[in-house]
């Protein structure tokens, strides 16, 4: 019976916790949407649900989540995560703070902490405040993101206008001290009623003393860094057993893939770094409607086979507000998340078994295109990022990466992993 039971606010996001967790020995299942009990199997320790609620209404974000935690509950968890990004992706109506007040009202918990931080990938916080390697969030180019531009990187601050309650800090300094010197830090403030507290974190090791203190605690909210110190503290708990094989997957035959529809800095390293062959998409062709997918698909059909291909949308920053401007963001996005669903699509009847996809709202895109609805979490990439299998009669595997995340060499090294 599973243990742990995850509400994540995109599909990335709910596949690199699912594997922080993997790497912690909690054999994790990850569903896409809102799990039925029948598709969740009884030797799991931990159910990741994958919504997409990042960016939608406040109000149909807290009602999603609602949904989840009710469906985890049925399946038989004690404790439960919220994970959204580890750059704090919000704007000031939510919906971190709004899920976040929900989800304590329903558990009739006292308190949370909020913790995105992942030292392994560049993100710290310091006297509450948001690094990206060595710059404050603000300074990074989430400060010109179209959807949720983060122009404050004290993540106090930036909660304390999505949420009505008290929002505290635990320093550094206290996290450094101890385990017992956090839960110290968050009963005071408990008993001083603040209900939503921000933790420092700048190293791995205070990871694991944060995921101690909070091990009893019945929400806990943040990144999927701070998840690597809890299947330790639910094992001294005597909630969890030792397993070994958590990560292994079933050995599936077909062609390899990539699909890159991010346009993020890392993504679009990845793809100049790519061996094999590539095509680029003309998102402007595929806005105005011209048959760009179909031509790709005759174009892979014929590289199928001779190693690895990549097909992708990615462009610069300047070119996609270029696109935005001249179709709307929501159509140009879309356009483009529609032709990569098709992709996907075709790519797996060609043969292909093997498939990662670079981006957060591709990665949805390709996922409900193919029917997934859940996903076994397997060996990890990069941190961040493992491979996972699909759940059904015609099992896939996939790599859902982060727009942001991996090393230079990510797309020919996930194969090489396998």
Known sequence: ???????ADDFTGATDIAGMLVKGGMRTLQTIGVPARSVVPDDVDAIVVALKTRSIAARDA????????????????????????????????GNIGPVGDALLEALKARQAIYCPAFPENGRTIFFGHLFVGDLLLSDTHMRHHPLTPMTDSSLVRVLARQTKHKVGLVPLEEVQAGSASVRDALDKLAADGVRHVVVDAVADPDLGIIGEAVGDDALVTGGSGVALGLPAAYRRRGLLA???????????AGASAVLAGSCSAATLGQIADFQGAHLALDADAICRGEPVGEKALAWARGKLGNGPILLSASDKPEA???????????????????????????????????????????????????????????????????????????????????????????????????
Not at 1 to 7: E, H, P, R, S
Not at 64 to 91: E, H, I, M, P
């Open 242 to 252: 030792h397993k070994s094989g958590v990560d292994a997957l079933p050995a599936i």
């Open 320 to 418: 996609v507000k270029a696109l935005q401007a001249k179709y709307g963001v929501e159509q140009s996005s879309q356009a483009i998340e529609k032709t990569m669903a098709a992709l996907a699509r075709g790519l797996v009847e060609a043969g292909v078994g093997r498939l990662v996809v670079a981006g957060g709202e591709t990665s949805g895109a390709v996922v409900s295109a193919l029917g997934v609805t859940a996903l076994r979490i397997g060996p990890e990439i990069d941190p961040g990022v493992p491979w996972t299998a699909s759940v059904g009669k015609r099992p896939l595997l996939l790599a859902l990466k982060s727009g942001n995340f991996g090393a230079p060499d990510f797309f020919t090294k996930a194969f090489a992993r396998l």
């Open 1 to 7: 019976m599973a243990v742990l039971g995850v509400i």
């Open 62 to 93: 807290v009602a999603q989540s609602l949904q989840a935690l009710r469906a985890l509950q049925d399946a038989g968890c004690v404790r439960f995560f919220f994970k959204y990004c580890s750059t704090f992706d919000s704007t000031d109506q």
